[in-house]
């Protein structure tokens, strides 16, 4: 499938609002959603019902944080580690919806909607995170206009990402999706000391993002390692070339 001028600039410009946007939420989310931060906005009495309400909890590689259909008790904020959230499709075969690192929040949306999660939250690495109780939380926005805000603001965000993902699966080819999706694995999830991107990523997990088969995936890699646009070392890859990446893919930072 190939892409007009066009339409090439149209998706570019939406990746690079979208990435500051996401920015931009993170941090005023992170200034917002601490102790240090509660203790001054909330009265003394709100403040210790925060405080006393959280749990600190850990959840090792590969358990499962909540389930799909799983009655919502409350929300999970990410102190260390990673998580997917992940729905199952057709025969049984898992579409990995998004990526949760470090200083994220997830439980939120099921639970202001009042349904059951959606989806599965699994830990990628092992995670250590604070369970708050979803009376708290749901006091929380009632009395915190600071926390209300920037939580619509994460809520309107995913939103618009969902209409993305659309796009990313409707006009690009297989080959450009893999290598927009790289490069943001890593700007989402960083980089380990030897360049390689925190998260391993089986080809399975790799495909069912990408919206492909997994023998496609594997070949399309090898075809990613050939041309030295990555390095792989088994599960981990590298990125060796962003701009041919970037290029590939359509994307602007």
């Known amino acids: ?136 939380f749901m006091y929380l926005l009632e009395v915190d206009s600071q926390l209300s805000f920037v939580m619509l603001q994460k809520i309107a965000y995913e939103l618009g990402e969902s209409s993305n993902t659309i796009t990313f699966l409707a006009q690009k080819t297989v080959r450009e999706r893999l290598a927009e999706i790289l490069i943001l694995l890593e700007q989402k999830l960083g980089t380990d000391p030897e360049g390689f991107i925190k998260i391993s990523l089986t080809r399975e997990e790799i495909a069912n993002i990408i919206g492909t088969a997994t023998e496609s995936a594997i070949r399309l890699i090898s075809e990613f390692k050939g041309d030295s646009l990555i390095e792989v070392d088994g599960r981990n890859i590298k990125i060796l070339n962003h701009d041919k990446l970037m290029k590939l893919g359509h994307v602007v930072l």
């Open 1 to 136: 499938m190939f892409i007009d001028l066009k339409c090439s600039i149209f998706v570019t410009n939406v990746i690079k609002m979208s990435q500051e946007q996401q920015i931009a939420i993170e941090d005023r989310f992170a200034r917002v959603f601490n102790d240090k931060s509660f203790k001054e906005r909330l009265n003394s009495a709100d403040f210790e019902k925060y405080f006393k309400a959280q749990k600190s909890l850990k959840f090792q590689k590969n358990d499962i944080i909540f389930e799909d259909g799983e009655t919502p008790r409350g929300v999970y904020f990410l102190e260390k580690g990673a998580a997917k959230l992940s729905k199952s499709g057709a025969f049984g075969k898992d579409q990995i919806l998004r990526f949760i690192k470090e200083g994220d929040i997830i439980g939120y949306r099921s639970l202001l909607c009042g349904e059951n999660f959606q989806a599965k939250a699994e830990a990628m690495t092992d995670i250590e995170a604070t369970f708050l109780p979803a009376e708290v």
